[in-house]
Structure formats: C-alpha cells, structure tokens
C-alpha cells in the first residue's frame, strides 16, 4: 500500500440517495483496490477463482468485488505464499476489491469435530487426522492479513440459527470479545477493514444487544450474520430489519451468505448494503440460469428444441450468442456449460443490484419493488413474509 | 470449397490455402494447418468470449459426430446448421466420424455400419443415417462414413474389410452428397484406409482418387485417442509416404490424432496439410502446459525453455514430456514465473506457475481454461512457424535443429 493511504481511511461510503418511503439506500464504498457501487451483490470466488471465469470476463461483467474464503485459502495455497506474492489480489491477478471471510463459519459446517472455546475453533486437521488445529481471532486475522483483502471478517462464534437457550447469548457475548482480539490483531488498519459480525440468533433482544455492543467498537462497517441457515423467512426478515435500525446510517452493512433475488430486493428494502451467495454460481454448475421469472433448468427436455437465448432482454456475452437449446446439449456435460451459465447468473445478479440503485436514485425504488414480484410472482401470491417484510417499510404490494 | 497449392517446390512440403468457403466466402486459411478439437460442439474449457482472447481471426474447428449426435434432431429443426447452433458460425466447420482425442473403440463395426461412442452409449450408423444427420448439420467440409478400426497390428483380412466397407459407404455419401441441396456445394472428403498394409492403400487410394473430393483423410494408422502421440515417425513413415505417392497431389491431406510435435513435422515433411488440435487438448487435460520450442527466432536455445526454472531433489524431471511442463508438480507451488516467458498468450501475461498448480490441485475450473488458452495459442503458434519456415524457406534448417535440440 502506499504512502497516501495513511491519510485516507481503506473504507469511506457516501450515500447518494436514500428512499423517501423505505430504509434502502445507495452509495459507494470506496475501498483500497475499487469504488463499489452499494447496493452490492458480491459472488463468491471460494478459492481464489471464480467458478472458471478470468478476472476480465468478471470486470466486464461489472462485478466490483467478490469473495474469498480464509479456510480454504488458508490451508491451500496457505499464508506463507500469499505473502510472497503480496496477496490474493496478485495472486489471481484480480484489481477491484475483495472480502474474505473469518473462516469460522466453514470449519463449523465443514468439520464435523469442531470445538469452540474461549480460545477459538479447535478442529481436527483436514490433511493429518491425529492432530488439531486451533483458528483463534488473532490466527484468522493473521491469515486474512497475509491475503490481503479490502473488507476481512471477524472470527465470530457460530452457532446453528435453531439453536436457543443459553448458547445463544454465550456465542453472541463472544463474538464481541472475539471482536476486540481481532481488532487488536490487526496488522494492515490502513488498508484492510475488519467488519463485526451482529449475532444473537432469532431472540430480538440477544440480537439488539449484539448490534449495540459492536457498534461501540471503531470500525467501518459491520455484517449481520448467523441468518439464512434454516430459519424461517418471517424470523429471517426481521432480524434483518431490527439490525439494521440499531446500526449507524452512516456505514455499510453486509448481510451474510443471502443472494436469491427476491430476498436481495426485500433486503435493499431493509436497509442492506452488500450481499454475498454461492447460489448463482453454484446452480450454473447444474444447469440452472437465472431469469426475472425464476430460474430455467436446462437439463430439461423442452429445451431441447428451444431456440431462444435464455433472456432476450439480457445483454451477457451467452445470451447474445447461445440458445437453450444448445445450451442444453451441453449442460452438465461440457465446462463451457457451466462457464457460460455462471457468465449470465452473475450478469443477472449485477442487473437486479444495477436497477435496485437506479431506481433509488430515481425516487422509484417502491415501484421498482412492486414490479419485480408483480413479474415473479404473476398470479400475486405473493410469500407472506415478503408482504410483510415490505409492509414494514411502508412498501405495499397490491 | 478450393485448395490451392502456393509451393511449387519440388520437396515433399506443401504450402497451401483453403479458399472460396461457399458459408465463409471472405476466409482464407493458410496450410499447413490444424483445426481446434471440439466437443459437443464446444472447444473444451473455452468460450466464444474466452475463444475472442486467443484468436481474434476466424479459425478452423473439427466437430466430430461422435460427441454432437445427441443434438441431431435439435439442430434439423433449428433450420441454420451446425456452425450457428454451436455459436461458432464465423468459423470453418469440419465434421468428422470419430473424436481423435477419445480414440475409437475396436471391434463395433460391420459391413453396413460403423460405431461412434456417444455420450448416451454407443450409437451404429450406416451410410444413409450419417448423410442424414450431415444434411442436418451442414458443415463446411465432412468425411465420408468409414471404417477406421485398424492399426498396425491389423491383419490383412481386417484391413481389406475396411477397405471395402468405405468404399460402399463412399458410393452412398457421395450419392447423397451430389444430389443434396445443402450439401453439394460443401466440401467432401475421401477416406484412405488400409492399416499399413500397402496393397490394402493402394486399392483404397486408387479407388478414391477418382471421385470429386476436396480432399483426402489417411485414416486407420492407429486407433487415435491419446496413445498416438507415443509413436515414433518411424512407425508410419513407409506407409504414408507410399499411400501418398497414389494420390493427386492438387487434393489436401488430412492426418488425425495427437501425434507429437516431431512427428508433426515430419508428417508435414512428407506432404501432409492438416492435422486436427486432439493434442493441445489432452495435454490440458493432463494438467500440463505445452512447452516446447516453437519460434523459428530462438530454436537455437530452445532448451532454455523447457528447463524448469528449479529443481528440487525430490522430483523426477525425466517423468516429464520433452514437450510440456506438467503443473499438477509440487515444484511449481511458489513459481512466480509465467508458464513460459516469451508466450504471449493471456495465461502467460497475467498469470503465474503457482496459481495454475494451486487451480489444478484445488481442483477449480479456471486452471484448465488457463492451460487450454495457453496450449491453443503455442499450437497455433507452431502452425504459424511450420508455414513461416517452409514460406521462407528455411524449412530443413528448422526441422533439423528442431529434432537436435529435442536430443539435448
Ligand atoms: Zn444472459
Ligand atoms: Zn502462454
């Protein structure tokens, strides 16, 4: 980093406009490596790499930033070479800005023995089976300080979103302590920014405290985590909108791992900043794409014969060149399937999160909101949850 | 479709141009040359948008029946032809029977039909289906249905049936193909078969020669698939050469398989045009970057090339191909160097050693797309200088100190 970075702060956001009638806003982050666009819809790239595509084909598809994950990139290709090369971002040669996750969140779901101590996970090691291996705050910070990403999360204590009891409130409380040994673990304060993560499960006050308690702390945005795991949408949606009234107006807000469109509308309409998803890339690999409808299955036989680009209206390097049909022949069987379905889910992504900060700009974003579920809902059954969701923040579906 | 021969040089080496592309009649392409592999009617790994990286100029595709015979139906109804419903319409299309990468299955053929391994199982074409599914698929240039099962351990009564049976086949397609509408102005190819017996050639060339081929494909040396690029120039060199010596000399001819880079110009030494891109791709598929000396500039160092750039004690480098650097190799883990310095391929100008090894063994997508973009354009880039140095006439020169510098 250079010099002139002393002066500036790795993270200053600017709102442009809020909504008149809801809580969504749009402004831009500005970040070491990128000036992103908020509301932001991040891809996940797990390994350094985003689902086969060149950092040039992603910059075109205009995402700003995506993701990496600590754990992974943590055990393969590991700190010590991500320090040689400078970071991730020389490493996958990838210039806009990146965000990598604490890592706790994959041990719990990926290794079935971890343990939570005060100390950190304890987890048994994915290579030698006999011996274990601790992630404490300071270790994920380290490893996140050695790649080098713009935004790095917290090591944050995870509990399963059904979880109740005591648990809950001992994980929340943790978290904000973890939050202090991050923070003062924090080697690159000039050029990386570390997000607290709100916890407190489904028990509004757990939740409330958790966002007072972090909000105490000097940083530059904060998550909302421990969401969208299991727990129904009429829990979901409102963790997010009583998180979102605690934290400051002023800084960005990262709802983790939710990126299905409807709920990405809800959730702008929540207050969001930043969203981040598996699931775009991860259907393209089964064949699915994306569309303002829902998604298509191109593994299915009516394709077969389907001459038409899987949106017309879409401008994506797939659908202004492949059809279904063709798309069809190859789903599933040939990478470029895959390859040209991510291309157009993520261009998909970046349209939706495009036309939600138009339209707040443009004082529309309740008509833009009534529209889209008009379009994906046309028969106007609309989820309870979502009528409700919306109602709260005095957009009504009719 | 027309090939015109630019050397009138009386060497064996030919130097020629593919014009008058009744679909693509602007195009040109210069032979020696070699048509991209597909499959599925897609260039493994690569997009038409990634495809735009490594070759902004059209380029000649093979897309064999084998692997796109699913989509017959679709594409007959479709109404525009292969090209267009693969995306790839701005190129030159080339259907052929068999996947020279895959290699063909023995013992699955007889008198009226040939097998081609599909995706859904095996599937027996006789002549009239497979000139249905070319009317489907309207290609620029296609074989005849043959029988290429042979090698050169066939026996004789093994190779007179091939022989025969594409002769049949012959008399069908080119039936069809004359009085095809679509097809009659696309370009049909002859197949020679034969093993190596050069009786069985003779009797398939002279039996070829004759008819309005564009040009002509010496099938059944081998069984193809990745085992070809082990044998030895040696091995064919007397059959070819005298199956060759039957044909026209004004008519192209095709090799298939993934022969390796020397027998490559050696093959071009005897008078063969075209060659088919089965080997860029298995090399990617194994996890290896092509590496071998392809400019004319810097064959004289050329071994610098292939040295890798460290050696730890524990690897073996003799496991390697002379050809290629194989970055599965824990060597690679922290090289920072580009897969090869002078490539001017986007894999090399942007990205390392190390991120390629750490794609491979994360198992993630996009370190095939690197190597495949990288193989494609040192292969092209070896076509490129197989022509340069036959136009400039440096040819011997260049094969010479191509082979010494592999003896290093
Ligand atoms: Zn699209
Ligand atoms: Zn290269």
Partial sequence: MCNSEMSTPPLT?????????????????????????????????????????????LERLDCQIILGNTYHLGTRPGPELMKKVGGLHNFMNWKRALLTDSGGFQMVSLLKLAEITEEGVKFQSPYDKTSEVMLSPEHSIEIQNAIGADIIMQLDDVVKTTTVGPRVEEAMNRTTRWLDRCLSAHKNPNSQNIFPIVQGGLDPKLRAESARQLTKRNVRGFAIGGLSGGESKDEFWKMVHLSTDILPEDKPRYLMGVGFASDLVVCCALGVDMFDCVFPTRTARFGCALIATGQLNLKQQVYYKDYRPIDEECSCSTCKRYTRAYLHSIATHETVACHLLTVHN??????????????IKAQKFPEFVQNFMSVLYPEKNYPTWIVDALSAVNIQLK | MKFVLCSASKCSRRLGKIIDIQRLPDLAFETPLFFLHSKGGAIPHITHEVLQMISGKPISIQVPVASTLHSEDAVRDFKKGLAEFIGLAENLIYCTVQDSAAGVASGFNDKSKVSVFTRKGRRELDAERYMNVMEAFCPDMYQVLHDGDT??????????????????????????????????????LGVIEGGHNISARETS????????????????LCKQGPET????TSDIKEIIEKTLAFLPTDKFRIIH???????????????????????PFIVTERGAALTFCNQIDSYTDCHSLNTPSKETEEENISECSIYEIDLNNKMYFDDLQPVSKTCSCLTCKEHTRAYIHHLLSAKELLGTVLLMIHNIHHYMEFFQTIRRAI????WEDFHKKFKQNLKK
């Fill in chain 2, 257 to 279: 398989g993934c022969w390796n880079p020397e027998v490559i110009l050696d093959l071009v030494d005897m008078g063969i045009d075209m060659f088919d891109g089965s080997y």
């Fill in chain 2, 229 to 232: 690029e082990n044998i030895q």
């Fill in chain 1, 13 to 57: 956001f600017k709102l442009l406009a809020t909504c008149k009638v809801s809580k969504a806003r749009t402004g831009i982050m500005t970040l070491p490596h990128h000036a992103v666009d908020t509301p932001v819809f991040m891809p996940v790239g797990t390994q350094g790499t985003l689902k086969g595509l060149l950092p040039q084909q």
């Fill in chain 2, 391 to 394: 136009k400039d006439d440096i």
């Fill in chain 2, 205 to 220: 060339a002279k039996e070829m020669r004759d008819h309005p081929f564009a040009g002509f494909v010496i099938d059944g």
């Fill in chain 2, 151 to 188: 090698d050169a351990n066939s026996g004789k009564k093994r190779v007179t049936k091939a022989v025969d049976r594409t002769s049949r086949f012959t008399e069908v397609c080119l039936q069809r193909h004359k009085s095809s509408e679509v097809l009659q102005n696309k370009a049909i």
């Fill in chain 1, 346 to 359: 993520i261009a998909f992504q970046m349209k939706l999160m495009r036309s939600v900060r138009e339209s």
